[in-house]
């Protein structure tokens, strides 16, 4: 890199003054964005301060306010809450309290304000910005700032980082928090499951969101909860009757429990609340099941963040800095904000509009455009529970016929897809066919028909209950071609990694033989390495990356009493780095060796230098993670040998190979909701293409269209013929030939402290929040 370009970066913030403050309810996640500002400020040549306390420090001053160095955010990443702390400030709501923090932060220079909060944080900031001219005027008035020091202060620029574990800030896709609070209600959810089956019991669970019921929808998808209330959508008048029948009903068919997922928000129709103890009390008096009532309170803010927060942050407190960079004086106050896996910037006040206006909508009993408000994703989430939750009879038989196969190594998530696969094929008047075994048992017959209850609990269960198996038709073409004809299927649903995408393009090549192989056909990608073309997240990565994580906290951890240690991680992902990349930077690690980023052994002696460096300060503790292929000689073991030989005398070495760990283990929420709504959109999918080939009584289909992938791709759900795909995939080392994630990278170098250049980073674009933009159909 040209030292003139890297010297243009490093004198961007030269001489810009950033301070950085965290506001409202704590969230999980909220430290790593305090973190990746506080670096990427320095990285860019600013100064760079913390104000502890929120708005409070803000406008006490003093000790509240310190210049942060890289050290001061060490080691913050896996911690839940705010290290700077938050308060909710009365001061500040008054114009003299703003004077104050308006003349505390001209003392240090500060032009720039970076809010970590939820949207009153934010709006308090919006009116702090409007005002600072006539605040600076006051103080100049007053004789408490120069002429020189008011026109050096003329401007000050606010970007926000929403924080709020409810998901109520409209515009964005998710805030910080959101993901780690539903893995506390998650867990909670999972353990109370296996207590209400032993006893046969009803369990009434009260999740936070006093307005929004995003937390409770979203829990209840996860979980297959029986009955659901949220403050957007009330129950019909008579709600009690259809709800004690449905909670019945299901006894009746030989469930041991009921679950019912309350927001704390929730309604009815007249807008007379609906509690937790009043909906007990009513199953017991009507139905007389032993129900039992759990607040889950404040558990859900606390805890450590899980990666996705982590990554999120981190991603929105560089773009946060970017922003700040790029402000003119007509640029708006802007929030940073992830929209599908982009970084995109909103107008503030257009948000904070929006979210007004989904609250006056419920205040007016307008229910069906506070839903529609929330944005298509939560509108689609509460239609899909909808659907799932209950079995409606088909409105009329259907002729076609559905199996559904599980393919390649067990990943968290199948299970949800199969559960969702099924139950809207049955909706839409299927046959459903289970297949165990993969294309191994397709050929051998192990083919049965499904019903609705079939798979009732399987949305929590890790692995595949379906048994899955890598071998691929080509070796069993003929008994598969004669038991597809034996059972007339008519679709194929498969569900698996990379050997998934491979066997469906085999059939597909094997149609010109085969007529029977003349069917549709759609992949789902379920693999922990996320490998799979035509999708930028497969199902089963965002739990193989928390399992990842959690493993390197507790590595880092134990080094905390031992004087500086370097760890070296393994991890899985065959060819593809994006396991080690995002749990890179989900756990602050100091590099992750991946193939995709080809590295020689200068690469290896600069990181080696850079933690001899790292050693001589504080910090005592190192973490490379080395995906499992990603050099031929440059070993684990290699890797051993050349830190423990040129660290010597430094630090000392260790290895950790995480193994099969990453696949294991129950799915995260993401993947639940993922595989939940990837087995209805492909079901969705496969009926419409059956309709359109279905001809005199029998389906013929040989179009490129015709055989799929589903994946979530940059915003979209999208549909991608594994003809087209296998021109951009790399067969030999079972990747796509081009990877959105490498990207991150940057970030992981920058955060390191490396000295790389950030030509490549993509800075997010403004864009505007309105009714049309919140009805596109966004990922998820």
């Not at 310190?66 to 896996?78: D, E, F, G, P, R």
């Not at 890179?584 to 193939?595: C, E, M, N, Q, S």
């Amino acid at each position: 890199m040209a030292a003139a370009e890297l010297e243009r970066l490093r004198m961007a913030g030269a001489g810009m003054a950033i301070a950085v403050l965290t506001s409202g309810g704590d969230a999980q996640g909220m430290n790593a964005a305090v973190r990746a500002v506080t670096r990427m400020g320095i990285y860019v040549g600013a100064k760079v301060f913390l104000i502890y306390e929120g708005y409070e420090g803000l406008v006490e001053g003093g000790d509240n306010i310190k210049q942060a160095t890289w050290l001061s955010v060490s080691n913050i990443i896996q911690l839940g809450g705010t290290v700077i702390g938050s308060a909710r400030c009365k001061a500040f709501t008054t114009r003299e309290g703003r004077l104050r923090a308006a003349r505390n932060l001209v003392e240090h220079g500060i032009t720039n304000l970076c809010v970590i909060g939820g949207d009153g944080s934010l709006t308090g900031a919006d009116i702090f910005r409007a005002e600072w001219g006539g605040l600076l005027d006051e103080l100049l008035r007053d004789g408490q700032i120069s002429e020189e020091v008011a026109k050096a202060n003329g401007r000050l620029n606010i970007v926000g980082l929403v924080g709020s574990i409810d998901n109520d800030f409209c515009g964005t896709d998710m805030t910080i928090g959101t993901d780690s609070a539903l893995h506390r209600i998650m867990e909670v959810i999972d353990a109370i499951t296996t207590t209400a089956q032993s006893h046969q019991r009803t369990f009434v669970l009260e999740v936070m969101g006093r307005h929004c019921g995003y937390l409770a929808l979203v829990s209840g998808l996860a979980s297959g909860a029986d009955w659901l209330f949220i403050p957007e959508s009330p129950p019909e008048d008579g709600w009690e009757d259809m709800m004690c029948e449905r909670l019945g009903e299901t006894r009746s068919r030989g469930s041991r429990l009921n679950i019912i997922i309350i927001a704390e928000g929730a309604i009815d129709r007249n807008g007379k609340p609906i509690t937790s103890n009043y909906v007990k009390d009513l199953v017991v008096q009507r139905l007389g099941f032993d129900t039992r009532v759990t607040v889950l309170g404040h558990v859900q803010r606390g805890g450590t963040p899980s990666a996705f927060d982590r990554v999120l942050s981190s991603k929105m407190g560089m773009e946060a800095v970017m922003a700040l960079l790029e402000a003119t004086p007509d640029t708006p106050a802007c929030v940073v904000s992830l929209s599908g896996n982009q970084s995109v910037r909103l107008p503030l006040m257009e948000c904070v509009q929006v979210t007004k206006d989904v609250q006056k909508a419920m205040d007016e009993k307008r229910f069906d455009e506070a839903i529609q408000l929330r944005g298509r994703s939560f509108e689609n989430n509460w239609n899909i529970y909808k659907m799932l939750a209950h079995q409606k009879p088909a409105q009329e038989k259907s002729p076609f016929s559905l199996a559904i196969l599980n393919v390649g190594a067990p990943a968290a998530g199948m299970n949800a897809a199969v559960r969702s696969a099924v139950r809207i094929s049955i909706c839409q008047g299927h046959t459903v066919y289970a297949v165990n075994d993969g294309f191994e048992g397709l050929a051998k017959g192990q083919i049965r028909e499904v019903g609705w209850h079939d798979v009732a609990g399987w949305l929590g269960r890790g692995g595949s209950m379906l048994g899955t198996k890598r071998t691929l038709p080509k070796t069993c073409m003929e008994k598969i071609v004669e038991n597809v004809r034996k059972f007339n299927i008519q679709a194929l649903l498969v569900i698996g990694g990379f050997e998934a995408y491979e066997g469906v393009l085999q059939l597909v090549e094997a149609r010109g033989q085969y007529e029977e192989l003349c069917i549709i056909m759609c992949v789902i990608p379920a693999t922990i390495s996320n490998n799979v073309p035509g999708t930028d997240f497969s199902l089963g990565s965002d739990t193989a990356v928390n399992a990842a994580m959690e493993s390197c906290d507790r590595i880092k951890q134990s080094a905390s009493g031992t004087k500086r240690r370097v760890f070296i991680v393994e991890t899985m992902g065959g060819y593809c780095g994006y396991l080690s990349t995002v749990t890179g930077i989900a756990v602050g690690a100091d590099a992750a060796y991946v193939y995709e980023d080809p590295f020689t052994i200068h690469d290896l002696k600069a990181n080696v230098e850079h933690l001899t460096d790292k050693m001589k300060t504080d910090i005592q503790r190192g973490l490379v993670l080395r995906n499992e292929k990603c050099h031929e000689h440059y070993t684990t073991e290699f890797l051993y040998n050349l830190y423990s030989s040129e660290g010597k005398g430094i630090f000392d070495c260790r290895i950790n190979v995480l193994g099969h760990l990453q696949q294991g283990g129950a799915p995260t929420p993401f993947d639940r909701n993922y595989g939940t709504k990837l087995g209805v959109k492909a079901v969705l999918w496969m009926s419409e293409k059956l309709r359109e080939v279905y001809r005199k009584g029998r389906v013929f289909a040989n179009s490129a269209d015709s055989a799929c992938v589903i994946g979530l791709r940059k915003k979209v759900v999208a549909f991608s013929p594994v003809t087209e795909l296998k021109k951009v995939t790399d067969f030999e080392h079972r990747l796509p030939q081009e990877q959105w994630w490498l990207n991150l990278r940057l970030m992981l170098k920058m955060l390191a402290n490396y000295q790389i250049s950030l030509t490549e980073y993509i800075s997010g674009k403004m864009e505007h929040v309105t009714r049309r933009t919140l009805s596109i159909e966004k990922g998820f």
